[in-house]
């Protein structure tokens, strides 16, 4: 039950941010201060970024090996982004198997960084 509690607070680390700053960048967008291309490449930054944040966090007060951690988590959000990927475009491609790659690595990465993290 200790587990899952730290697991859903790390989704709530990558979704909840993951969000607000999807909301402003589309806003941006909307206005034209932002250009489409950057729209893309923030939004795959973003994800990246905050899952490396959540990855390290859960890492860090994980009981069980960093690697172990970070392949739980980066699952977790490939099936989120897989199912809600199939229900609103209905299309896969080499490309986003890549990026899933990208995220459970990034995801796997993190959550060793956050294990082996030496305290002071």
Known sequence: ?????KLGKSLLYIIIPILIVM???TILNYFNIINYNIL???KYITIIVFLLFSSYKLG??????GYISGIKLGLIII???LLSNYFIFK?????TLIYYGIILATSIVG???GKNRVAK
């Open 23 to 25: 909301f402003i960048l």
């Open 40 to 42: 893309n490449i923030m």
């Open 60 to 65: 860090n007060n994980s009981t069980d090996k």
């Open 91 to 95: 299309s896969f491609s080499i490309k």
């Open 111 to 113: 959550s060793i960084i």
């Open 79 to 81: 099936i989120i982004l």
């Open 1 to 5: 039950m200790e587990y899952l509690k």
